[in-house]
């Protein structure tokens, strides 16, 4: 039975994601049939009909489920439907017996993608289902797929001819939408559930969007890239732009794989939803290496917070020291105060794993993006400081780095004397 074969969604480039993807699959495929293996479940998603367009019952009959490729843009998607296509081709009565399951969502008590109803302060967030058209998205309990999978595998090993093809299994006994499961999650587990209109979703995936996807808009490395590529791969995938895809119409219409395996579920909606909220009332700790643990709520507010806060301060003291006698030379108290500062990021990085928990304020979120965009600061300020140091040293000011006050008497000696060199010119 295979799940999946995918590297992550989120960080990958599109050339990535499809040779990986695609590779592996047929890599494995081809090594099933070298082992002389009977059955092969391929376990697929909806997605395989195009993720970007709403359907609305569609069955596997329907044009709208067996969309052209060239239609597919998504390399999530476009990968789904390739993979498949080469796994039922692979079928044969007399020798490997293929099938394909097309699934919805999956929820369960541990490790679903439904972050929003499980954040921080008890807090649990969907789209209202009071608007006039809330999306419709099937999902189904995770036992329920788990046990499904089973039923297919027994069935496709006893009747070749349930094989060669796909089916739909993307809910349980009823069709239930993600903003019902939301509430009743929420009301199971003693969460305090935020319905949001759907404009106001649309609003803050758009704007998050654009503020993460920026940074692949920028200029990237053109040298020695990979297979002969002009410019680095980026990633295709952002947090924010895969949200998007909750926001369109997905429900399908089951019949033929009830018909087919004589299964629906094993748990209602109402016992699956029993069923997740007794399993994280209990609260087990996940066994998770602690530096791959993702920083708390805590870490992600206060990171910043005290690096502004500090950086103001020492701004604060550079500038009260550039007053005194101390600040009157290159190498004063006042610049080696600014070295620290402008050195701090690299320095903690390498020292991280010593100087915790400081060096865990350096990179807040996850992926380190704060941690690079300070470096980069950092080594920025101090490439100023250095230049600072090379001018002074053939005689020039340049006041780059220092903070004067306005009533700084440096400051006003030096436009006193390039005044004097003015008028010598003169």
Same mark, same amino acid.
């Given at each position: 039975m295979v799940?999946a074969?995918?590297p992550?969604?989120?960080?990958?480039s599109?050339?990535?994601?499809?040779?990986?993807?695609?590779?592996?699959?047929?890599?494995l495929?081809?090594?099933?049939?070298?082992?002389?293996?009977?059955?092969?479940?391929?376990?697929?998603?909806?997605?395989?009909?195009?993720?970007?367009?709403?359907h609305?019952?569609?069955?596997?009959s329907?044009?709208a489920?067996?969309?052209?490729l060239t239609?597919l843009r998504?390399p999530?998607?476009?990968s789904k439907?390739m993979?498949?296509?080469?796994?039922l081709?692979?079928?044969?009565?007399?020798?490997?017996?293929?099938?394909?399951?097309?699934?919805?969502?999956?929820?369960?008590?541990?490790?679903?993608?439904?972050?929003n109803?499980?954040?921080?302060?008890?807090?649990?967030?969907?789209?209202?289902?009071?608007?006039a058209h809330?999306?419709?998205?099937?999902?189904n309990?995770?036992?329920?797929?788990?046990?499904?999978?089973?039923?297919?595998?027994?069935?496709?090993?006893?009747?070749?001819?349930?094989?060669?093809?796909?089916?739909?299994?993307?809910?349980?006994?009823?069709?239930?939408?993600?903003?019902e499961?939301?509430?009743?999650?929420?009301?199971?587990?003693?969460?305090?559930h935020?319905?949001?209109?759907?404009?106001?979703?649309?609003?803050w995936?758009?704007?998050?969007?654009f503020l +993460? $996807?920026?940074q692949?808009?920028?200029?990237s490395?053109?040298l020695n &890239? =990979? %297979?002969? #590529?002009v410019?680095e !791969?980026?990633?295709?995938?952002?947090?924010?732009?895969?949200?998007?895809?909750?926001?369109?119409?997905?429900?399908?219409?089951?019949t033929?794989?009830?018909?087919?395996f004589?299964?629906?579920?094993?748990?209602?909606?109402?016992?699956?939803?029993?069923?997740?909220?007794a399993?994280?009332?209990?609260?087990r700790?996940?066994?998770?290496?602690?530096?791959?643990k993702?920083p708390?709520m805590?870490?992600?507010?206060?990171?910043?917070v005290?690096?502004?806060?500090?950086?103001m301060?020492l701004?604060?003291?550079?500038g009260?020291?550039?007053?005194?006698?101390?600040?009157?030379?290159s190498?004063s108290?006042?610049?080696?105060?600014?070295?620290?500062?402008? +050195? $701090?990021?690299?320095?903690t990085?390498?020292c991280?794993?010593?100087? &915790? =928990? %400081?060096? #865990?304020?350096?990179? !807040?979120?996850?992926g380190g993006?704060l941690?690079?965009?300070l470096?980069?600061?950092?080594?920025?300020?101090?490439?100023?400081?250095?230049?600072?140091?090379?001018?002074?040293w053939?005689?020039?000011?340049m006041?780059?780095?220092?903070?004067?006050y306005?009533?700084?008497t440096?400051?006003?000696?030096?436009?006193?004397?390039?005044?004097?060199?003015?008028?010598e010119?003169?």
């Amino acid at each position: 039975m295979v799940i999946a074969i995918k590297p992550p969604l989120l960080g990958p480039s599109y050339q990535t994601f499809m040779e990986i993807n695609l590779a592996g699959l047929s890599d494995l495929v081809n090594m099933a049939e070298r082992h002389k293996v009977e059955s092969l479940v391929y376990v697929s998603s909806f997605a395989a009909c195009n993720h970007w367009v709403p359907h609305h019952n569609v069955a596997e009959s329907d044009p709208a489920a067996s969309p052209p490729l060239t239609s597919l843009r998504s390399p999530y998607d476009l990968s789904k439907a390739m993979t498949e296509q080469f796994i039922l081709q692979k079928h044969s009565a007399s020798g490997m017996r293929t099938v394909s399951i097309r699934i919805g969502g999956v929820y369960g008590d541990n490790d679903d993608q439904y972050w929003n109803r499980r954040l921080p302060f008890r807090l649990s967030l969907d789209i209202s289902d009071q608007d006039a058209h809330p999306p419709k998205i099937d999902a189904n309990y995770v036992e329920n797929v788990a046990e499904g999978m089973l039923r297919v595998v027994d069935r496709l090993s006893a009747d070749a001819s349930v094989g060669g093809r796909f089916y739909f299994y993307t809910v349980g006994e009823r069709h239930t939408t993600q903003q019902e499961l939301g509430y009743r999650l929420a009301e199971a587990t003693g969460r305090i559930h935020l319905a949001a209109p759907t404009w106001v979703i649309h609003a803050w995936l758009a704007v998050m969007n654009f503020l +993460v $996807s920026f940074q692949y808009q920028l200029p990237s490395w053109p040298l020695n &890239q =990979p %297979a002969g #590529r002009v410019v680095e !791969p980026k990633s295709y995938f952002t947090t924010y732009s895969m949200a998007k895809k909750g926001l369109i119409d997905q429900w399908f219409d089951n019949t033929l794989f009830r018909e087919t395996f004589g299964y629906s579920h094993l748990y209602t909606t109402e016992e699956a939803v029993a069923l997740v909220a007794a399993a994280q009332r209990q609260s087990r700790p996940r066994q998770t290496h602690s530096h791959n643990k993702r920083p708390g709520m805590l870490t992600l507010v206060a990171g910043p917070v005290l690096i502004s806060l500090w950086t103001m301060v020492l701004l604060v003291l550079c500038g009260g020291l550039s007053l005194s006698v101390a600040c009157s030379t290159s190498w004063s108290l006042c610049s080696l105060c600014q070295f620290g500062f402008f +050195v $701090s990021s690299p320095a903690t990085h390498v020292c991280g794993f010593v100087t &915790q =928990p %400081a060096y #865990r304020l350096w990179m !807040p979120f996850q992926g380190g993006y704060l941690h690079v965009f300070l470096q980069g600061i950092g080594w920025s300020c101090f490439a100023l400081l250095l230049v600072q140091w090379w001018a002074g040293w053939y005689g020039e000011e340049m006041l780059l780095t220092e903070f004067p006050y306005v009533g700084d008497t440096r400051l006003k000696a030096s436009g006193l004397s390039r005044a004097c060199k003015q008028h010598e010119a003169i």
